[in-house]
T-cell receptor, first 109, second 114 residues
Framework: GQNIDQPTEMTATEGAIVQINCTYQTSGFNGLFWYQQHAGEAPTFLSY??LDGLEEKGRFSSFLSRSKGYSYLLLKELQMKDSASYLC??????????WGAGTKLIIKP | ETGVTQTPRHLVMGMTNKKSLKCEQH?????MYWYKQSAKKPLELMFV???????ENNSVPSRFSPECPNSSHLFLHLHTLQPEDSALYLC?????????????FGAGTRLSVL
């Protein structure tokens, strides 16, 4: 079956750096997405990786290794507003999005 | 604002009620989706409409009935629901551009079935 694994919950300190990992086993690969979801709000798109390597976008970066079935989302200079759930999703060979259960990130002052 | 609006935001219904969830997108997209989001579980894709035609129905019980009257509107009609159907129902839309198909979500309808 298809599977996306990510930690259930992580805690980090304001101003620090945190890395949220995502490993996947899917039938085919056509891109990996990261979304942010604040409690009670819509998931919002953060990043897209289809080739190996690092994509940087301001304080957020996303890395992909297709050979290892692995991605991470790196958040720098953490702010309290970064407290949210982070969802990893992989598009498989049928162009279906397979979702992880999300990582709840708690930022402490 | 994501450009995708869902109403109502909260809904409480009994198992014998009939209700409908509404989704409207203002992004000019040609595909719309219904997802179910339960606590600590991955998003479950329920239905996909592309160019107003249903292209996906992931073994969803018949008590959920989608309707897509045009490319901007999507409904989910609910009847005879079960308590386990209580969840957050998310609508999304997308338009493929250069091979990348980013889905934009509404804030969801929090459904409680008593």
């Amino acid at each position: 079956g298809q599977n996306i694994d990510q930690p259930t919950e992580m805690t980090a300190t304001e101003g620090a750096i945190v890395q949220i990992n995502c490993t996947y086993q899917t039938s085919g690969f056509n891109g990996l997405f990261w979304y942010q979801q604040h409690a009670g709000e819509a998931p919002t798109f953060l990043s897209y990786n289809v080739l190996d390597g690092l994509e940087e976008k301001g304080r957020f970066s996303s890395f992909l290794s297709r050979s290892k079935g692995y991605s991470y989302l790196l958040l720098k200079e953490l702010q309290m507003k970064d407290s949210a759930s982070y969802l990893c999703a992989v598009r498989d060979s049928n162009y279906q999005l397979i979702w992880g259960a999300g990582t709840k990130l708690i930022i402490k002052p | 604002e994501t450009g995708v609006t869902q109403t109502p935001r909260h809904l409480v219904m009994g198992m014998t009620n009939k209700k409908s969830l509404k989704c409207e997108q203002h992004l000019g997209h040609n595909a719309m989706y219904w997802y179910k989001q339960s606590a600590k579980k991955p998003l479950e894709l329920m239905f996909v409409y592309s160019l107003e035609e249903r292209v996906e129905n992931n073994s969803v019980p018949s008590r959920f009935s989608p309707e897509c009257p045009n490319s901007s509107h999507l409904f989910l009609h609910l009847h005879t629901l079960q308590p386990e159907d209580s969840a957050l129902y998310l609508c999304a839309s997308s338009q493929e551009r250069g091979g990348v198909d980013i889905q934009y979500f509404g804030a969801g309808t929090r459904l409680s079935v008593l």
